[in-house]
Every structure is written in C-alpha cells, then in structure tokens.
C-alpha cells in the first residue's frame, strides 16, 4: 500500500507538465484559428488559407481517440516523450519553412498530432492511478485549462501576428524544458501484457478519420467508407482473436449509455462560439472588440468552473451533478432565445450558463465514464470519450449550419416578442435546448444503470 502511494504521489509530479504542453496545443489552435487568413496572405495563398485550421482540426478529433487508446498499450513515458519530440519537430519545420504555405501546413499538422498526447496522457494517468476523490478535480483542471489556453490562443494570436506571425509556430519549442520532469516521473510500464493490435486500432482509426473528416467535407463516398470500416470493425471484433475492443467491452451498458449523456451535453461544443458571434455582429452591430471582451468572460467561466467541478461533484454528488449540467445548458439556451433581442449582457449571461454547464458535465460524466470501466479498459474508455465528444460537437456544427441557412425557419415564430431578424436564431437556441431536455431525460431512465456499473 505504501509503495501504491509512492508511486501515485511520483506520478502526480508529472501533470503539471503535461498541463502545460497541453496548453501550448491549444493556444496553437487557436491562435492559429485567428490568424490563418493574415498567413495564407503572406504567403501569397489566400484561397488555401483555411486548410491551416481545417487539416489539424481534423487531425485533432482523430489522434484524441487514438492515443488514450495507446496507453493501454505503450508506457505513458514513452508516449509522452514521443509526444514532445513530435510537437518540437512540427515547431521548428513550420519555423524553418515559413516561406512555403505547404511546409507550414505540415509543420502544423506535425505539431497539432504531437500537442495532443499530453492531454490524453494527462486524462489516462488520471483516471488510471489518482483515488475517486482526485479524479473529478484533475479533470475539471484539464477543462480549465483548456477554456483558458483557448482564450489565451485568440490574445497570443492577435499580439505576435503583429510582431511576426513564424515566432507564433515556434511557441512548443518550450516544452523541451518539461522532458526531464516527465521522464522521471511517469510509470514506464503498462497494466496489460497484451500486443497492440494493429490491425483493429487501425481499422476503428480509418473509421474514425472518415467520420471526422465527413463532418468537413460532407460527400457520400467518404460516409460510405466510413460505414464500410465499421462493419469491418464491427466483423473484426467478433470474430478476432485479440481485439483491442472485445465483446465484453461493447456488453458494457453502463459505459455505452454515459457515452451516450456525453454526446448530448457535447453537442453544442462547436456551434455555442459561432451563434453567439453571429448574433452579436449581425443583429445588434455590436464591435469585434466587445464581442472578444464578452468571449474572454464566456470563456472564464468555463474555465473557473472547471477549476471548481472536482469539489462541486464533491459537493453535491455526480448524479446530481449531471442533472445540474444538463438543466444549466438548457436553461440557457431557453435564456438565449428569450433575451435574443435585449443586448449583450443578458447573451453573455446566457452564453455563461450554457459552457458552465458544458464544463461541469464534462468532468462529471468522463469521471463517471472511468468508472465504469476496469483501470486497463481506461485509456480506450477515454480515447472513445474523446471520439464522441468531437463527434457530437461536429454534428451539432453542420446542424446548426443547416438551420441557419434554411429559409423556413425565419417563418417560425417559436418564440414571442422576438423581431424577424433575430427568429431564425432564436429557433435554433430552442432547438438546443430540447436536444438538453431529451439528454435530462434519457439520463434520468438510464441513471441507475450507470451508477450501478460505475
């Protein structure tokens, strides 16, 4: 028991780095998000500007479920120590090639790749070696974290464009200095003796990579093959000998149905930043500059209430948590389409809300989803977390998108005293708000059957 300790107490040491690097990925991201058309015009490539956040986008949502799955396999030092020399080697290519716009492509997809496997380390030593109390705390940090670095990425973005945007890319080059901490303290072997099994983590990958690409560039092959690897896949694991997902796993109702709460209250992931943008700038003329200062808000409470998750699941209990998630969310987007017309402050209250009960349902529902898995399960646990959650959150994205340009949902008067300009986005805020109610309810009918396995 005491050598247990130890070793939890060494491994401990190791998250603050992995935090860190973490939050040089996503400061990466964003920034990148804000600035991508200031490069492609530099480069003189204006018109293939955007493949700079669109590829490591799709890259991101396809490595965030294969590396948790890895770290069932592969020691988290090793994947750690890969991870920081890949997302140096992407650093200095983009760097050294910023007088090519392809070069700096492959550079950021190189660095996005290498970026991610501090977080999936991060989640995967956290639910595989900290006790039922430390838990729900490091993984509502790891989503402050997040909201932080993100609004973080938009102000770094801004600031060094107008210095010299190549000193942007070259950012993770820091991360080197966190190498040493990371390889004295992660545990340098894994939980299961088992192979990795090349074949099937490649066959779920490719089905992975399709889906999430789909969501980009929505053509019927791509969907087609998509399907196609899944019932490969789907073959594979019934008859295989050695799946990295087995029978039993999928029998795991438990695990299956919080992954299903996890894609409803993941849903708006995507759509949230883009609707309140549009509102702000097309109905109410609001200036680029309050509408930064009002996501810098929306973004803080994400992230201070991430920081404080751990103690509030603590606190009130996980279920009662979720419940609390979820009624939040819909709560503000039924205040999102009510207050639609009354200015900035109440949009932003509402905004508030909505990612404060994104923030809280995260922890609540990845800590419940560890659970409900045996500790050598939990990185392919995450890693399909992972999956849903980016699934879900593009799903909701091309929805919303398709609402927004559907010329009938203007004629919709769903809610009252709302001006003609502001209808179709009204419908749209109510529209996420039964997608809320409905997850309130599906998690309501399947509680037990999750806190049973969990």
Known sequence: MATATLHTQQVKKSLPALLVIFAFS????????????????????????????????IVLGIVCMLYSTLCDFIPLRGMSIFGVCIFVVGSLIGFFGSFNFWIVLVGRIIQTAGGQVAGSVFLVTTVKYLDDKEKPIYIGIYGAVYYFAAALGAVTGGIITSIDWRYLILIPVVSVVFLPTLIKNLPNETSITQKIDVFGISIFGLFAALLVIWFSYPF????????????????????????????????????????????????????????????????????????????GVISLVAAVVGLMSGKLIGMLGRVPSIYTAIVLIAVGFIGFALFISAGLVLLTASASLIIAGGSLGYTALYDCAADTLPTEENGRGMGICDLILNVSGSIGVAIYAGLLTNPSLKDMHLVPGVAADSTSYANICLFFAVVALITLIVFALSKKTITKRA
Do not use: R, W
Request: proline share 4%; net charge negative; charged share 5%.
């Open 220 to 295: 019927v092959e791509i969907i087609g093959a998509a399907l196609l690897f899944l019932v490969v896949f789907g073959f594979y694991v019934v008859h295989g000998k050695h799946p990295f997902i087995d029978v039993a796993f999928l029998k795991n109702v438990g695990f299956l149905l919080t992954v299903l709460i996890i894609f409803g209250v993941c849903f708006f992931n995507y759509s949230l930043m883009p609707l309140f943008n549009t509102v702000c700038s097309e109905v109410h003329k609001i200036s680029i500059i309050d509408i930064s200062l009002a996501c």
């Open 26 to 57: 996503i400061v990466m991201l964003q920034a990148f998000n804000l600035v991508y058309q200031n490069i492609g015009n530099a480069l003189a490539m204006p018109e293939s500007a955007a493949l700079l956040t669109a590829i490591p986008g």
